[in-house]
């Protein structure tokens, strides 16, 4: 192994993917590029080169205004309001973060909820069918993506398979065995039978594909483009994945905190 080509460039890539990646959720959780802009700021002015007290008071706030904003996922535009709903926090006994997690049902200058904004409680458990139905198709995704073999469908017959270059899978049914049927089963005196499973024309059609001479080449061309797109189907799924989990995620949290807020509302009614 070269190391100086892998330390060079490797490792340096990954460093540097790290880095942008690392950068780009902390700037998404602050929804400011206020941390970027900060640590770019100190390689040519340092902190103590600000001398202007009120400057560098204004510069103190705004990176604590960006870390509250960061660590608990608030949208608070100023110290004040991040003061006021750390009080407001403190004084009711309900976590910051679950405030952060129900995003605009939480209206962070009046610090009460929006109760047009309360989702019906059966919408989680409908993302939630969507979200397993999202994660069956990344998996199924997956595995075709890492597989060398060649999925196909015959004209006529409507059979998919799995093909090779020496022999052919049924795909149904999905779990359990198998049918299978290989090319050494092919015979030029007699037709070949047919596995269960399989229609009468299948055997025939499959042999006369292994006996084609470009088969083997045009094999080798499709497996990478099947790879390709069911990589990029991956890569689509996973992002809606994510967007139906967050959506849940937020539905719980601003039920939650509505629950909280309306038992604090009706115990303070009774007293």
Known sequence: MDWFD???NKV????????????????????????V????LRFFIAREEIEDPVIKKNLADQAALVSFRMTHGVRSQTLLDAQNLAAFSDKRNIPISLIGRAGWAFNLKK???VPKRIPNRAWPAGASVVLLFLIIGMIISAAVASTDDLLITLKGSETSFWLTSTEARKVRPIFGKKEKFGKDQCS????PASPPGFKSTDPKTLCDIWADDSFDKYLAQEVPKQRRVFLMALGMLTWYTLMIFGTIRQW???IELNKILGK???EKAEA
């Open 6 to 8: 892998f330390l060079t």
């Open 12 to 35: 340096a890539f990954g460093s540097i993917a790290g880095i942008i990646v690392a950068a780009a959720i902390t700037c998404w959780r602050a929804g400011s590029f206020h941390p």
């Open 37 to 40: 802009n900060a640590r770019l």
């Open 111 to 113: 610090l009460e909820i």
């Open 188 to 191: 030029s005196s007699q037709k």
């Open 252 to 254: 719980l949290a601003q």
């Open 264 to 266: 604090a509302e009706t």
